[in-house]
């Protein structure tokens, strides 16, 4: 009930900050993010449209749960980082409607099950995503915004957010993302790793 009340707060504040937001002004000093990330695979729009609109770009994941995710997200398996990306908007919608043709669809408390709620360009199952702290006006959104989501990966419900998972699922994808690299130091994954390290440094400063 408590987080009920906090993330209608959190869309009428988001409103309030789309409304305000400088779109010239935002494209100009990040036409270079802005290409680098490319459109959402599903709207098919790039990072600014999608924040016009009151949503953020995540990074996509194949994730896997046991009930013990739902009191210690550090529970929570990465089994891997997806190269693409997707608003998180795209994702829920695709969740719940993958949820409802098939109630297991998101993979349950099973280690073994892989959940599929959304579909990659490249066929790939994706289970989960994690909100990117790109610069300012995008943190500020992604912020309000990732409480439902997380929820929802750690609990299977968008109203079991609690702010440990916040400060914990990030850096399960960093150590994932530092792995990949390790063993596979490609560009596509150094770009990854750098997205998401930028995402937990600005955690930390925001912190």
């Known amino acids: 009930m408590k987080n009920e009340s906090i993330f209608k707060a959190n869309d009428q504040q988001i409103k309030k900050m789309t409304a305000s937001l400088d779109e010239a002004k935002l494209r100009e000093q990040h036409k270079d993010l802005i290409a680098e990330l490319g459109d959402c695979a599903m709207s098919q729009c790039d990072t600014l449209e999608i924040l ?5 770009m995540c990074l996509t994941l194949d994730i896997r749960r046991s009930e013990a995710v739902i009191s ?6 990465i089994s891997k980082i997806i190269p693409q990306f997707m608003s998180l908007d795209s994702f ?9 043709k098939h ?9 073994k099950n892989q959940g599929e709620l959304a579909i990659g360009v490249g066929r790939e199952s994706i289970s989960g995503v994690m909100p990117l702290y790109l610069f300012k006006e995008h943190k500020d959104i992604a912020i309000k915004k990732q409480g439902p989501l997380y929820g ?6 968008p109203m079991g957010f609690a702010p440990s998972q916040a400060f ?8 994932k ?6 063993n596979e130091p490609s560009e596509a994954r150094k770009r990854v790793l750098k997205l998401v390290m930028d995402t937990c440094v600005n955690l930390v400063q925001f912190n």
Do not use: E
């Open 52 to 56: 016009k609109a009151g949503d953020c």
């Open 72 to 77: 210690d997200p550090t529970k929570l398996v």
């Open 92 to 100: 829920l919608d695709s969740s719940i409607f993958n949820l409802k």
């Open 103 to 111: 109630q297991d669809a998101a993979g349950g408390f099973d280690l």
């Open 152 to 157: 929802f990966m750690c609990t299977l419900d």
């Open 168 to 175: 914990t699922i990030p850096f399960l994808v960093l150590l």
């Open 177 to 182: 993302a530092i792995d990949d690299v390790a």
